[in-house]
């Protein structure tokens, strides 16, 4: 049993991408999907879809090929959340990468968060 489910998914695509695979399955949850949605939007992975095997819903990604050196690196944690206001979100590497948050209005990246004018809890980094 894990604690923190996308830390979990986190490393799971980043130990796929060293594996060079190119897919993997991962235990569904909203949150999950959410952040799988901003990934795809901003052309990290390839695709995801919802599967159901045996009860248990699933979450197949799809992971781009060119993709291999993505840094996946969760902030915020169940034992210790971080949350910030609009004024204090950042670019990460100039504009490069991306920090998902999750708002009041759903999770979106740290610049959609800064135009709507909206904080949150940081949830990870990627770049």
Sequence with gaps: ??????????????????????????????????ILEVMKKREFIQDFNTVTENNHKAIEIEL??????????????????IYVKNTELKMIKSGLGIT??????????NSEAKRANLGGELLCEIY
């Design 64 to 81: 781009k090929e060119d993709k291999k050196d993505l840094t996946l690196r969760r902030v915020s944690s169940p034992g210790q959340r």
């Design 1 to 34: 049993m894990y604690t923190d489910p996308i830390a979990d998914m986190l490393t799971r695509i980043r130990n796929a991408l060293r594996a060079r695979k190119t897919e993997l399955t991962v235990p569904h949850s909203k949150i999950k999907e959410n």
């Design 100 to 109: 998902i948050v999750s708002t009041p209005k759903g999770v979106m990246t």
